[in-house]
Structure formats: structure tokens, C-alpha cells
């Protein structure tokens, strides 16, 4: 498939079949997340796999929504501030950068094997330390479920490129 076509494929599924993830198709999601460009190529982030089964209620703390633990895996993408590159002018931590970076490499390359994703940041990061089990140098950055799609994308919604792209003259 080509990249254009995969963009537009690709959709927030928000139902999961409970059919297990082929291990090929996982370990190709994680390579894309590994070659994702970070800061300096620190890849100063971490991907923490979850199985769903039997931990429906724990994550359910985490974010609340039932299909969120329908899919049989979770995926937390971590940012790793002290292994980060930091820009010399004022400071500024590409961490996070990095993390949302591999976790859009994850979501497009999940999407690519057939799988599907749904990008949640409206999590509660204090949950999500307790429930993962996160040492303090991990900082959740993004979270989603990963599995087969039981339902169909809807039509996207876009700002037209004009609201989105400034040329300067």
C-alpha cells in the first residue's frame, strides 16, 4: 500500500475484535517504532506492551472507555527525559517529541498489517504510572489499544490546508 493510501486508511477504531495479534505482524509495528527519527537518534522512549486479558478493570482506571480493553493488547508509548537530546538555547526536552513520533510510526505501521489503533492522551497519567508499573524516569506519553478492528471508519473530518499551512513571503 502506498503511504497516501495508508493515511487515509487509517482511522480511530474504538471496537475490537479479541483476536490475538500475530507475533510477525507485532514485531514489524515495534521495528517502525524503532526506526522512527528522534532528537540526535537518543529514541529516548519506550513501548510497554499490555495484555488486556484479565487486567480489564486495572486498566480501566487508566481510561475508562469499555473498548479500551477489547483489543488484547495495550500499547504505552514513554517518554525517557534523562536519555533525551536537549536543545542548548533554553533547555527544551524532545522527549515527548520523540515518544509521539514513534507512537505515530506504530499507529500507521499497525494499520498497514490490517491492525487497529486509537491515539488516547486523556488518560490519567497517575493511574497509568500504578497500573504499568512505570519506574519515574518513564513518563506516559500515549496509550492505545492494538488489535482487529470490529467496526468501520467513518468519513475524517479536516481543516482545509489553508486554515493549516502558512507561507511566508
Known amino acids: ?13 474504538r471496537s ?3 483476536d490475538p495479534v500475530e507475533e510477525d505482524k507485532l514485531a514489524r509495528v515495534f521495528e517502525a517504532a524503532r526506526l522512527a527519527p528522534t532528537a540526535a537518534n537518543r529514541q529516548a522512549f ?3 506492551v499490555v495484555s488486556t486479558k484479565g487486567r480489564e478493570g ?4 487508566v481510561y475508562g472507555r469499555d473498548w ?5 493488547l495495550v500499547l504505552a508509548v514513554c517518554a525517557v527525559p534523562g536519555e533525551s537530546w536537549v536543545r542548548k538555547y533554553d533547555g527544551w526536552n524532545a522527549a515527548e517529541v ?3 513520533i514513534a507512537m505515530t510510526h506504530i499507529v500507521l ?9 486509537c491515539w488516547i492522551a486523556a488518560f490519567d497519567p497517575t493511574a497509568a504510572r500504578e497500573v504499568l508499573s512505570l519506574p519515574p524516569d518513564l513518563v506516559p506519553s500515549a496509550l492505545t489499544p492494538l488489535g482487529y478492528a470490529s467496526d468501520t471508519a467513518a468519513p475524517k473530518k479536516r481543516r482545509p490546508l489553508a486554515d493549516l499551512v502558512i507561507r511566508m513571503k
Open 58 to 61: 486495572e486498566l480501566r482506571r
Open 16 to 18: 475490537y475484535k479479541p
Open 1 to 13: 500500500m502506498d503511504f497516501q493510501d495508508l493515511i487515509r486508511k487509517r482511522y480511530s477504531v
Open 109 to 117: 505501521a499497525a494499520a498497514e498489517e490490517g491492525l487497529g489503533t
Open 98 to 100: 520523540d515518544a509521539t
Open 46 to 48: 519506550r513501548v510497554i
Open 68 to 72: 479500551f480493553t477489547q483489543a488484547p
